[in-house]
């Protein structure tokens, strides 16, 4: 049976070797493999362009969010600096009407700056969510744009 397999085997692999491909075929294989290889680089490029947009956006928010970071520890810092003078202040006061009125000074004073602060963050937030919506825009934009040409 092997015997049997082994020369069919030969036999087939004889006239193989004196075959030829025909020319329409082999033209179908080169134009083929041509146009897969233009796919995969066209592929390869929006990957690449998307990886970098990706980091850009990514860039963005994150010197947003470390902008936001830095802003809130110097209104902690500020808050908590005028909070210590207020009590200094208070630690001094001769009278209870005195004590009354630099608390009461305080707590106005505290509200006003809170108030400044959370529209100060507010602006703040908006300014860098619109960056990054405008990153991400330019992205999208970049991305179609390039998808376009190759269409």
């Known amino acids: 049976m092997t015997d049997r397999f082994s020369r069919e085997a030969q036999e087939i692999f004889n006239a193989a070797k004196h075959a030829k491909i025909p020319e329409n075929v082999k033209t ?6 041509a ?4 796919a995969f680089e066209l ?3 929006v990957s690449k362009d998307g990886a970098q947009t990706m980091e850009s956006v990514l860039l963005t928010a994150q010197a947003g969010a470390r902008t936001m970071g830095e802003r809130v520890l110097r209104n902690i810092e500020v808050n908590a600096g005028a909070a210590f003078d207020a009590a200094e ?9 005195e004590f009354v009125q630099l608390q009461a000074d305080f707590v106005q004073a505290q509200l006003n700056s ?3 602060q959370a529209k100060d963050l507010f602006d703040l937030s908006a300014k860098i969510a619109q960056q ?3 990153a991400m825009s330019a992205a ?9 040409k190759s269409g």
Do not use: C, H, N, Y
């Open 35 to 38: 146009k897969s290889r233009e």
């Open 140 to 148: 999208s934009m970049r991305a179609f744009e390039q998808l376009k």
């Open 43 to 45: 592929m390869q490029s």
């Open 132 to 134: 990054t919506f405008e």
């Open 114 to 116: 809170t108030s400044d």
């Open 89 to 97: 202040a208070m630690a001094r006061a001769q009278t209870v009407p």
């Open 28 to 33: 179908i294989a080169q134009d083929g493999v």
